[in-house]
């Protein structure tokens, strides 16, 4: 096992070196090649060669080099560093202009200004409509209004949950309470309609309900008439 085991290592160590040998081999004419490709210095060997098969190529190789394209490239990379710049100063502003928008969008001020105001002809409205049955309306017209109501419930909630800037919110509630208010100025006169039809319908129930003397009358009316037919025989 341990000759086989050396046997290996000396195989492993010979081909290292080999590769080591074959790695590091230099080609000069390659050299000057890369050389002549890259920078435009030195010359393209063997000359015979290239004089030969690529004389044109021979011609323009040390002016068609790599270099000058690499500074064209350094140079429009250096005169992009004003754009970038104003580039990256307008993103910075923008991204602070975006931040003062969200935290507008996030935090909903202009409730805390417009909220108790709606809070309270929501309740009025809410009252208004309790009182339907009361003045004499119907459960289906109950239903109705309680539907209008459910209506604006919703557009408050979705107003404060949309994402809007604060002066928009503003507009929009401060139209959900004109709303509001024309709404339960609609049903007030509709509750003073119910109550004044309620009045007058107990006004004409009264009156009908007059006790019928009409028997009474006649009676009495024919007592008379023959009081007065005896008076007239006793003459």
């Known amino acids: 096992m341990k000759r086989i085991f050396l046997s290996v290592i000396v195989v492993w160590s010979m081909q290292i070196v080999n590769a080591q040998r074959i790695t590091y081999n230099h080609d000069n004419a390659k050299m000057n090649q890369v050389t002549v490709q890259e920078t435009g210095a030195g010359t393209l060997t063997p000359d015979l060669y290239y004089s030969t098969l690529h004389k044109r190529y021979k011609k323009t190789a040390n002016a068609e080099n790599k270099m000058k394209y690499r500074t064209a490239v350094g140079i429009s990379a250096y005169n992009q560093i004003d754009d970038s710049e104003k580039l990256d100063s307008a993103l910075v502003k923008r991204a602070e202009i975006e931040a003062l928008n969200m935290a507008d969008r996030q935090v909903d001020l202009a409730w805390l200004a417009e909220g108790k105001k709606i809070e309270s002809k929501m309740s009025d409205l809410e009252r208004n409509i309790n009182r339907i049955m009361s003045v004499g309306g119907s459960n289906a017209q109950t239903q109705l209004w309680r539907e209008s109501y459910n ?32 709404a339960n100025a609609t049903l007030i006169k509709f509750l003073v309609q119910l109550n004044t039809r309620s009045a007058t319908a107990k006004l004409l129930a009264a009156s009908c309900n007059k006790p019928d003397s009409r028997g009474q009358i006649a009676s009495a009316a024919m007592n008379r008439w023959r009081g007065a037919g005896w008076s007239a025989i006793r003459k």
């Open 151 to 182: 209506k604006f419930v919703t557009a408050i909630t979705t107003t404060k949950q949309a994402y809007m800037p604060n002066s928009h919110r503003k507009k929009e509630y401060l139209q959900i309470y004109a709303d509001i208010t024309q």
